[in-house]
């Protein structure tokens, strides 16, 4: 199976932009995804980018991938209170189950 | 549309009994996955499963758990004799025949606390 690993904690203030990391073994991973966790919640879809891409955006959501050091990163613009959330990078390859980080509690303060 | 409905969205079970969660796949779904996420964990796949049919369980413990998605109705996560360390969130999500490559639609999880 893959490991993926990512820092457990992310504080910034409203406004600012956010930058969340991902690191990952498995580099037959073939789709690598964000996912958002609300409190209580379940996970959301954020956004995706496939392993051929090395950019992808989505209004305030920025996806860098460098396959050379298998690292993916989020981008949020302009961060507000309501994107406070756990947010999960997870892989995987053509078949069915993912691999998921730990998760990243991002913290936006006013 | 309603999305993945699961319920119960918190079970408390004792020690020793049986905990069964329940998945509704969004309509036309035909795919079903269940997750398991401890505390301060990510999620760790379990099982795949097709009607009537399980294609995967590679990430099921070996005893106590088994998951079956029929024909009719949804698909059941059973956790016999129920221990501590069996607490934790069992999310579902499920995808269409085709299957998309664009990440899985997520339930709102099931919170299993034994006690």
């Known amino acids: 199976g893959e490991d993926v690993e990512q820092s457990l904690f992310l504080s910034v203030r409203e406004g600012d932009s956010s930058v969340i990391n991902c690191t990952y073994t498995d580099s037959s991973s073939t789709y690598l995804y964000w996912y958002k966790q609300e409190p209580g919640a379940g996970l959301q879809l954020l956004t995706y980018?496939?392993?051929?891409?090395d950019m992808k955006q989505d209004q305030r959501l920025t996806v860098l991938l460098n396959k050379k050091d298998k690292h993916l990163s989020l981008r949020i613009a302009d961060t507000q209170t309501g994107d406070s959330a756990i947010y999960f990078c997870a892989g995987g390859d053509s078949g069915y189950a993912l691999n998921f980080g730990k998760g990243t509690s991002l913290l936006v303060t006013p | 549309n309603a999305g993945v409905m699961q319920n119960p969205r918190h079970l408390v079970r004792r020690r020793g009994q049986e905990a069964r969660l329940r998945c509704s796949p969004v309509k036309g779904h035909s795919h079903v996955y269940w997750y398991r996420q401890l505390p301060e964990e990510g999620l760790k796949f379990m099982v795949y499963?097709?009607?009537?049919?399980?294609?995967?369980e590679s990430g099921m413990p070996k005893e106590r758990f088994s998951a079956e998605f029929p024909k009719e109705g949804p698909s059941i996560l059973r956790i016999q004799q129920v221990v501590r360390g069996d607490s934790a969130a069992y999310f579902c999500?499920?995808?269409?025949?085709?299957?998309?490559?664009?990440?899985?639609?997520f339930g709102s999880g099931t919170r299993l606390t034994v006690v």
């Open positions: 999500a499920s995808s269409p025949p085709t299957r998309s490559d664009y990440g899985y639609t």
């Open positions: 499963l097709q009607k009537e049919n399980i294609i995967d």
């Open positions: 980018i496939f392993s051929n891409m």
